[in-house]
């Protein structure tokens, strides 16, 4: 099925009245009230181009700001349901677009909301069975989600792997890498071998050009794996999900910056695939039942990308899970953790100018754990070491992009799940209840960890200790500088504002004590503590009494690290208007500016982003303030107003 693609705004066509080149009508006179036009992402397959369900002009005539979807009147693309992604692809709109990051949201959401496979998923998971033999199929299942292999497509889109008809899928490539993998690390791990050795070693398995000529060709087929067909005929899994690379390393002035990067892109969620192989000619039972052992080992660990961030592992029925060097229990209130934006509708502002609408979508996702303990280990490490000393472990830790580093720890979320939905954003949600998600947060070893005991023992308990502390220095997740608290007079959405993260454990590692002088000593012996176990890791000489100053700052500038700049407090108070002590403090009325906070004490939105330099943690009995850039105002007058704070950090 082709379709002459659509000619770039301001080309000429045939399509009338409705000029691609200026989508926004030009009125003249007093500036129009906001039009919205819903566009749904739904569907039954079917007229997906050129009508009010999925581009094209609103229900008031005005055009979208999606020329990809908007078609010359003879020939308007009508895909099957059963059609891959790669059909949408040619109906892609322009790259210079002015709309072209919330356009490639909407096309992202229709090819996901559309799609049905179940027919042919069908049809390619009995062809499996046919040629495996249902005795040598089985099945594995993600509890999260999983991206193998694939490429990167048109406006930079991930794409995961798809076959031919642009179906999702494992290939049996990767299959075989898997496992082949897996059968290195066992040889190397139970016989001392070097990797060389141990290639030679699984040569009679899986064949080697470089082996005898009987070993020269694998003993076992491996075949695609396709995911199991759903009722609901749902892609096999394929789901819009998002990353956000949030701060980045600065290499002029060696420091982090906060830019916001949100990327969606494609990955299969909570699919269970139909994993068949076959022996040769050549092939006895012994060799088949060991390959097959290494293949379910291997997919447990976790396949193709973002492998330490909870996704890939592929599990089979009954198959335990790995319990990893640490595990808590938790739950989290208030704004919560979400993944991608869903795409609601399009809408014109009283400047005349097309934006986007979306409905965040609250999801668990481990990545939102790990970028937060990456966060402040970052915070703590940049008072007491050099800041490329800490970009360096920081990759060696979590992973890097450059240098590609995989990283150590594999942070993972076992059991994830949304216990309550945000309250809606309509006046129906102001009685609503907060949102909720629990879960268990794992932290496990990687395949590049080191294999020496005692760096294994620093690693964890670096990583322990630094979770202790994110629990009790701020929330995750959307509004994480704020504890959660309710707006009282609900006169704004949202109803709820801020985040509180809460340890569901109860041992001697996770009581706190009563009083805040006693919180402050256990605190800064957890720090110590951290301190400790990073002069081990690193080898470094590192004082914890005499932090550095790192960067320059001003009322208006400063620099997010626990330095000589820095404040943490533990203060008790009355709550006023539903808020904590600390919290009340910080939005008594009397720091407003025309009106607005101090974007140099609160953050500000806008044009110009910039986070708030206060942390604020509720722990019940007191709260635990982190203040960035604390000896100059707003942000030291903030701290004077803390009647009876206690210091934390620096050790005094």
Sequence with gaps: MVFERPKRPGQANSTPATSRSNPIPQQSGAKSPKKVITVKAGGNGGNR??????????????????????????????PDASAGFVEYLRWMRSPDNAHKDPTKVQILQIAEDSANYRDRLTQLT????????????????????????????????????????????????TLRGVARTQAIQHF??????????????????????KAKASDRSSKIIFLDAYP??????????????????????????????????????????????LIGIRRTSQCDEDTFNQVRLWLEQGLSKGIGSQVNTGYGRLIRAGQRDANGFFRITFSLKGQLIHGRQRFTSWTIDRNNKWQMRGQPDAEVRSVAFKSMLRYWFRVFALGVLRPDEVKALEGSLFGSITPQVRGWVVFRIVD?????????????????????????FMLDYSSEAPQEIKQKEAIATLLQTLTWMMFHLGGIGQGARRPCYSRKTRDH???????????????????????????????????????????????????????????????DRWIEAADANCRIVVCAGESRNSKPFALAVLHDPSRKQNGEYDGNLCGKMGKEVKPSPVWIADLGDYQVVTVFGATQNPRRKYLEDLEGAVQIFPFI
């Design 49 to 78: 181009g050129g009508s009010n369900n999925h581009g094209g002009n609103g229900d008031n005539g005005e055009p979208c700001p999606s020329p990809w979807l908007e078609h010359p009147l003879d020939a308007k693309p009508d």
């Design 493 to 555: 959405a949202p109803w709820w504002r801020g985040s509180t993260l809460t340890p569901d454990r109860e041992d001697t590692f996770w009581e706190l004590p009563d009083t805040s002088q006693e919180f402050q000593q256990l605190f800064q012996r957890r720090l110590q503590n951290f301190y400790n176990t990073l002069a081990s890791l690193t080898r470094l000489n590192i004082n914890s009494r005499s932090s550095m100053s790192v960067g320059q700052v001003r009322g």
């Design 188 to 209: 190397i791990k139970t016989e001392g071998l070097n990797w060389a050795g141990a290639e030679a070693k699984v040569a009679p398995y899986f064949g080697d050009l």
């Design 126 to 173: 009995n062809r499996t069975k046919l040629i495996a033999g249902e005795p040598n199929c089985f099945q594995v299942k993600s509890f999260w989600r999983i991206r193998v292999g694939g490429h990167r497509g048109p406006e930079n889109i991930l794409l995961p792997a798809f076959d031919a008809l642009g179906i999702p899928y494992i290939p049996s490539s």
């Design 416 to 440: 994830g799940t949304v216990v309550q939905r945000e309250a809606r954003l309509n006046h129906q949600g102001k009685d609503e209840p907060c949102g909720e998600q629990a879960g268990t």
């Design 228 to 273: 199991l067909p759903v009722p609901s005929g749902q892609a096999g899994g394929l789901a819009v999900d998002m990353a956000n690379n949030i701060w980045n390393w600065d290499v002029a002035t060696q420091g982090v910056n906060y830019a916001p990067n949100p990327n969606p892109f494609f990955s299969l969620k909570e699919p269970t695939f």
